[in-house]
């Protein structure tokens, strides 16, 4: 059983940065990050590795901007996020799954967080 908590959304102007963190309430493998806009489907953000955090997915709309990363000893992933655009806006969630490699969908997880709200102004 585990349980996230996302913070470190907020509003920001187009083309600043913001950083997401998710901490889990337990260890976790795979782990990944995944935006909600209203009227639209949930999509795949950014993804890191179960077994090393080396090992990174990226969706094309956000790749060369996102940054995903992991700190094992506080069970916790962020998402850097640079560049931002009006397009970013959405509620972003974590999700895990206690697997090894890198999930691009929404069913390679099993936990979820809440989320947290990022919103780009122009």
């Known amino acids: 059983q585990v349980r996230l908590v996302e913070s470190g959304g907020g509003l920001v102007q187009a083309g600043g940065s913001l950083r997401l963190s998710c901490t889990a309430s337990?260890?976790?493998?795979?782990m990944g990050w995944f935006r909600q806009a209203p009227g639209k489907e949930r999509e795949f953000v950014a993804a890191i590795s179960g077994y090393q955090d080396i090992y990174t997915s990226y969706a094309d709309a956000v790749k060369g901007r996102f940054t995903i990363s992991r700190v094992s000893a506080r069970n916790t992933v962020y998402l850097e996020m640079n560049s931002l655009k009006p397009e970013d806006t959405a509620l972003y969630s974590c999700?895990?799954?206690?697997?090894?490699?890198?999930?691009?969908?929404?069913?390679?997880?099993?936990?979820w967080g809440q989320g947290t709200q990022v919103t780009v102004s122009s």
């Open positions: 999700a895990a799954r206690n697997s090894l490699g890198v999930g691009t969908t929404a069913h390679d997880y099993d936990y």
């Open positions: 337990g260890r976790t493998f795979r």
